[in-house]
């Protein structure tokens, strides 16, 4: 059987973000990414090592099959998957944030520490190379919807610098 969760999440994003670059590059604009190398070895997402508690293959190995496992039987994670998704589109990032920070989707130190990486840490990284980008031209800025609301948020962040955030029409 196929996971929708896993196909909504995973391959819609992926050939949103080909398309996007696809077009930016036809229009031969720039294309920054958010993200290096080095940053993303240090938080341990590129080899995804923040998913695991041991550097030996055998306990990854056992990790990953049940994490595949929970995944497998968390309908309530693909329920808020698709409420997430709904509130995208009706730009509602507070449920966002709500459904995101759900006691049962952190309901583990480890989940908690993996949201705190991927997500908040990330939003840190980028901020600066969001606010060169900004003072140097037009923009179009373009992050996963995890990355939008709350606190730490790239939303809030710019806030914060002193910018002026207002929703697409």
Known sequence: KTNTYLLDV???RIN??????????EKQLP???????????????????VLFSSEKLQKKSKELVQSI???KQDSIGMQLAKKRKE???????ALIEE???????????KKKLIYNTINTKRNLFWIDKIKSSI???????????????????????????????????
């Open 87 to 93: 509130a995208y589109y009706n730009q509602d990032l």
């Open 135 to 169: 003072n140097e031209q037009s923009t179009f800025i373009m992050v996963g919807v995890a990355h939008l609301p709350g606190q730490k948020g790239i939303l809030n962040l710019l806030r914060n610098e002193g910018y002026i955030v207002n929703p697409a029409k």
């Open 69 to 71: 496992r929970e995944l």
């Open 31 to 49: 294309i920054i990414e958010l993200d290096s190398a080095e940053e993303l070895d240090r938080l341990g997402i590129r080899d995804m090592s």
């Open 10 to 12: 995973n391959f819609t």
């Open 99 to 109: 459904m995101l920070t759900h006691s049962k989707i952190l309901n583990t130190k």
């Open 16 to 25: 949103m973000d080909s398309k996007l670059k696809r077009m930016a590059k």
